[in-house]
């Protein structure tokens, strides 16, 4: 039977740090190497780390990546590499279709897939697709592929694409199994948001039946800045049927043998239009892989592993703890400061940092006003003994009468309002930033998807701050995340009596979230129709909701888009994230009208 072993290697790189990067990439090598494997396959963009951003207009920058491929090359003896990064191209490039100087006198760059074996790069593919939406920005850096790289290994051919240029029915799939390829190598960076994982398999395992190809799948895993990679690497047979699947969010090097033979010769794809075909089938450059270079190996033969998928809940929790692991490592920093109010967001924010850090490298910081209720300093401490983290309390009620005096000439005949509510929180921010500069702390920030919404949230207040670690996760959700989270045991770490409470910031007497905002269970479908699926007025509506509350919400968010704008970044959890995915004028005179 004819096999071949292929290893994905699900790495979690940093963004711009080559030499770390080159490390990590010839040691996963060296472990393939170890299970014997005959392809090793490495993320999208592997060298440079996803998404290198503006660091592609630094020419250095990508002469060196360059430089590091080379190096990595020289690790690749004995087995046949695909790694992810940056190409530049020339006028002399046989891969490029396009002009290769763009206006501004830059050479053309391509997101690109190296092709290694025997010590050198033997072929290059370039990407297809260049997604321009929600958080891509590609067509701002990388110019398309055309050309179609394929291996020849030992009598297994091999086709190689990136990303999105593995969905579209038009893509490179179908024309390398129109020219014979029998393996499909995907790389990929593509980060978490709920339901996304299971859409790839799915568009993933639908390509496989209709080409009648095996795909072996390789995602990036880790944090880098608002995104957070999942893995979820994933082998299919030519049916579609998983032959091995990654865990999620975890780096590991997932192998596994795959029956070459067993390939189906009937495809999907030969039914395609003739003229079609063979215009796209003289593109592929056929790259032969000596037998030498890949020795027949005597070797057991690998049972892999298929992860299970985890549910979303988890999931989404697992996706925040790796992201506040990674930024604040990958960012040097050490410990984290929370303001803990005896609220559910900021427990579940300080439980959050605990699983990704250590709970000696969290410092909770208790700000009690003359508001704050005795439930709530008793819900912290024991907040802080069920999570052993140390907490400081620093009052602010005589810095608050600090304020107010120093404001009395000003506000002479004024009724105190929101004014004096924000300035509670404005205290707290300037307190937890003190702690920040004095100890070289990461402040947490702690609002919701909920609140940054509708800008129930205080600028330089609440909001101050370098990470927000639930800014993507509606409230209704952060008590499904408190519950997951008190269920793993051996005993909760969230009191009970935080989720039993209303909701309170605790800024004025016997104040609560509902004075101000619909019900959470209210609001937050409401928020999702208008926010990540762009639903009108009316739909919203029809679907079930009060006209006069969805008027009010669509207002709300529509004015705090000022706030959010200079809100810190936070992870990214939804289809639709407030951050890069939701690009909203802040000048904007366009209003929905209440109908």
Not at 291 to 301: D, E, F, G, H
Not at 328 to 350: L, Q
Not at 392 to 405: E, G, H, K, S, V
Not at 438 to 451: A, I, M, P, Q, R
Request: net charge neutral.
């Amino acid at each position: 039977m004819r096999t071949l072993r292929i290893a994905i290697a699900q790495m979690n790189p940093t963004v711009g740090d080559l030499t770390g990067n080159l490390h990590r990439i010839t040691t996963w090598i060296r472990d393939a190497k170890k299970v014997k494997a005959d392809l090793v396959v490495f993320p999208e963009l592997a060298i440079t780390g996803s998404p290198p951003e503006d660091l592609l207009f630094k020419s250095q920058f990508v002469v060196e990546n360059v430089r590091v491929l080379d190096e990595i090359a020289q690790a690749c003896r004995g087995v046949v590499a695909v790694v992810g990064y940056v190409r530049q191209g020339d006028q002399r490039d046989p891969h490029s279709f396009r002009p290769s100087i763009h206006s501004a006198g830059r050479r053309a760059l391509y997101n690109a897939a190296a092709l290694i074996a025997d010590r050198k790069i033997v072929g290059s593919y370039s990407k297809w697709y260049l997604p321009n939406y929600g958080v891509y920005d590609e067509s701002r850096y990388f110019f398309p592929g055309w050309r179609l790289p394929m291996l020849l290994v030992n009598g297994t051919t091999i086709g190689v694409t990136i990303c999105e240029d593995m969905w579209s029915p038009e893509g490179p799939t179908p024309v390398y199994a129109a020219a014979g390829a029998e393996v499909i190598v995907t790389i990929d960076a593509s980060p978490f948001h709920i339901g996304n994982s299971s859409s790839r398999e799915q568009m993933l395992a639908s390509s496989a039946r209709e080409n009648g190809v095996i795909v072996a799948y390789a995602n990036m895993v880790g944090g880098q800045d608002e995104l957070v990679f999942d893995g979820n690497s994933v082998i299919l047979d030519q049916s579609g049927t998983v032959v091995a699947r990654g865990h999620v969010f975890r780096e590991e090097l997932l192998v596994a043998d795959v029956n070459v033979e067993a390939v189906s010769r009937g495809r999907m794809t030969q039914g395609r239009k003739t003229a079609w075909t063979r215009k796209a089938v003289s593109a592929v450059d056929r790259l032969v892989v000596k037998s030498a270079v890949i020795q027949k190996k005597k070797r057991t033969r690998i049972v892999p592993e298929i992860a299970e998928p985890l549910a979303e809940i988890e999931a989404v929790y697992q996706a925040l703890v790796l992201a506040v692991k990674d930024y604040v490592h990958k960012n040097g920093f050490t410990r984290v400061v929370i303001g803990v109010s005896g609220g559910v967001d900021s427990a579940v924010t300080a439980a959050i940092s605990v699983d990704a850090l250590g709970a000696e490298h969290v410092l909770g910081v208790f700000m009690p006003s003359p508001y704050t209720s005795r439930e709530s300093e008793e819900d912290v401490v024991e907040l802080s003994r069920c999570l052993r983290i140390d907490v400081q309390t620093i009052p602010i009620a005589p810095t608050f009468d600090a304020y107010r005096r120093s404001l009395a000439p000003s506000f002479v005949d004024c009724a105190e309002d929101a004014t004096e509510e924000n300035l509670q929180a404005r205290i707290r921010g300037n307190l937890l930033m003190a702690v920040s500069n004095k100890f070289g702390h990461l402040v947490l920030t702690t609002g919701n998807k909920s609140e940054m919404s509708v800008g129930y949230s205080t600028l330089y207040g609440d909001m101050a701050g370098g990470f927000a670690v639930i800014k993507d996760v509606p409230k209704t959700m952060v008590y499904g995340l408190a519950k997951f989270r008190n269920a793993l045991g051996p005993s909760p770490v969230i009191p009970a009596r935080i989720l039993d409470r209303p909701p309170t910031a605790e800024l004025r007497l016997n104040q609560k979230d509902e004075d101000s905002l619909p019900p959470y269970a209210v609001l937050d479908p409401i928020l999702r129709s208008y926010v990540e699926e762009d639903r009108s007025l009316t739909d919203i509506v029809e679907a079930g909701f009060d006209r006069a509350t969805v008027s009010r919400v669509i207002r709300m968010v529509d004015a705090s888009e000022f706030k959010r704008r200079q809100a810190p970044l936070g992870v990214k959890i939804t289809h639709r994230a407030l951050g890069k995915d939701r690009r909203m004028p802040i000048t904007n005179g366009y209003r929905i009208k209440p109908e």
